[in-house]
């Protein structure tokens, strides 16, 4: 079924106007291809069938939702880029008398047990706090519990070696019916809560802001204005950490940030 401009324009409308999601400003191209999943993959016979299921039922709102926003994650995901962040950036945090992180857009979790795995090798877990918001409710209740599922572990378990990983990667995690939970001592590190990079501001000062693969489903418009978002959540010397395919490089932001390596990695100098 081909979705035209007008009917995405009616379900934002509709998705704002009734639950107060703004997603207007995400790049289109993306958003009809993701509508278009939706409608076949829940065999919708018509687009108007879809949007009065969409304006009047809540539970099914939240598969819409999930639909629109659904980012592909993994844990150590690009190897490289991790290495550097264990090499370049936890050390230089070490002097901090507390460190914060933001992983926006954190999904359903897998970047933030990541990195809090990288600050327990550097003896630094302890005097952090790491902020995991997503858009979505739903990906933040399975982050929060950090539960995973077991045949993922071998990727899991690769790339952690790949990215200078010693340790028995088993033993950040217990392994039961099919999935693993990983250690309480990561979590009780980690605060989880909704954000919506479109409509909120800044919450407090980091020294590190994740924001991986989510800036490329918003239009320029929106980037620009994610990325001052950033800016303004960044301390002197912070850290901003992109996905592969995005770049502070075309942002009027960036004569106050040097690149790290070719990774996409910005250390805010100015």
Request: glycine residues 4%; contains cysteine; hydrophobic residues 40%.
């Amino acid at each position: 079924m081909v979705i035209e401009e007008e009917e995405v324009e009616q379900i934002l409308n509709d998705l704002f106007e009734i639950y107060g999601y703004d997603f207007t400003n995400y790049a289109r191209a993306s958003l009809k291809r993701r509508i278009s999943r939706l409608l076949m993959l829940d065999k919708f016979p018509s687009f108007s069938e879809f949007r009065y299921r969409v304006k009047s039922d809540a539970d099914y709102l939240k598969r819409v939702v999930e639909g629109l926003t659904v980012t592909v994650t993994e844990m150590f995901r690009d190897p490289v880029f991790f290495n550097l962040l264990r090499t370049e950036v936890v050390p230089t945090l070490s002097a901090k008398p507390f460190i914060r992180i933001w992983h926006a857009g954190c999904s359903t979790g897998e970047e933030v047990f990541s990195m809090a795995i990288l600050l327990k090798e550097a003896n630094l877990l302890h005097k952090s706090l790491l902020y995991a918001t997503d858009l979505n409710p739903e990906v933040l209740e399975k982050a929060r519990k950090g539960i995973f599922p077991l045949a993922h572990m071998k990727l899991y378990s690769e790339n952690y070696i790949e990215s200078g990983g010693r340790q028995d990667f088993s033993s950040y995690y217990t392994a039961q019916y099919g999935q693993v939970k990983f250690d309480e001592t990561l979590a009780e590190r980690m605060i989880f809560s909704t954000h919506n990079l479109v409509s909120d501001r800044s919450f407090n000062e980091f020294d590190i802001v994740f924001c991986r693969n989510v800036l490329i489903y918003f239009d320029k418009h929106l980037q620009e204005r994610t990325l001052t978002l950033f800016d303004e959540s960044l301390g002197t010397l912070g850290y901003l950490a992109l996905g592969s395919k995005e770049t502070l490089n075309f942002s009027a932001l960036k004569p106050r940030y040097k690149q790290l390596k070719k990774e996409k990695i910005w250390r805010k100098v100015a």
